[in-house]
């Protein structure tokens, strides 16, 4: 297996406070070719990403594909979650990392590790990932927030960032290791993130919340009534 690229030894994890997200060409139309995964799966983890980004303080950059035409608009969760985000638009150039605009937005954040999500993985995710790597950052690859024409589709891609040296994640983990501990002010933030993340989790927080209001109001159980 090849080692992380531009890890120099040190663990490949998530520096928030050395991190940028680069979210690129979540779009409406090219949500409709997406076959490895529900598109709907997508759409709330690329607004997980920014919403975690917004909660961390890290710099976020979004860019499209010809968005006046059938790749369609940005969805428009990425900059309703990331209001501080910057939008780079291109001139048709299909790897976002051949646009000099948008490689300088990257630069000019500092950050020297990059989150990288994008629709298609294989073409929009993959080819700045493996391009920013060539040029010395630590690329982060989250794959279950990009989506692809099909489940081979996707694995091919996963070995082919793998040996250019990106390392890949899913949005969960993302959001674990940019988060760290539950004993900061926003965890309640964090924790509505995770329902979004996984619906089931939702569950659980009603659950243990309605447990806290009962105990709180010593509210009586239906059980006890007469």
């Not at 539950?182 to 509505?192: C, V």
Request: charged letters at 15%.
């Amino acid at each position: 297996m090849n080692m992380p690229a531009n890890f120099n030894g040190a663990v490949p994890k998530i520096d928030p406070d050395n991190a940028a997200m680069l979210l690129i060409d979540h779009q409406s139309g090219l949500f409709q070719t997406i076959g490895d995964m529900p598109f709907t799966t997508v759409r709330a983890h690329a607004s997980a990403l920014a919403k975690m980004a917004t909660l961390t303080n890290m710099p976020v950059i979004t860019t499209a594909s010809v968005p006046q035409g059938p790749n369609g608009p940005l969805i428009p969760e990425i900059h309703k979650n990331a209001p501080h985000a910057t939008y780079v638009a291109r001139r048709g150039e299909i790897n976002a990392w051949d646009n000099p605009e948008f490689v300088a937005a990257v630069k000019a954040t500092g950050r020297k590790q990059l989150i990288i999500a994008g629709t298609i993985t294989s073409v929009c995710m993959a080819f700045p990932s493996i391009a920013a790597v060539a040029e010395g950052y630590q690329v982060f690859a989250v794959i279950d927030a990009s989506g692809t024409y099909s489940k081979m589709a996707q694995e091919i891609t996963m070995a082919r960032v793998v040996q250019a040296g990106v390392v890949p994640m899913d949005t969960a983990a993302v959001a674990s290791e940019l988060q760290r501990t539950w004993h900061r002010e926003d965890a309640q933030q964090w924790a509505e993130l995770y329902g979004n993340i996984f619906p089931s989790y939702q569950l659980l927080s009603e659950s243990y919340n309605k447990a806290q209001e009962v105990e709180k109001n010593q509210e009586q159980l239906d059980s006890q009534r007469g």
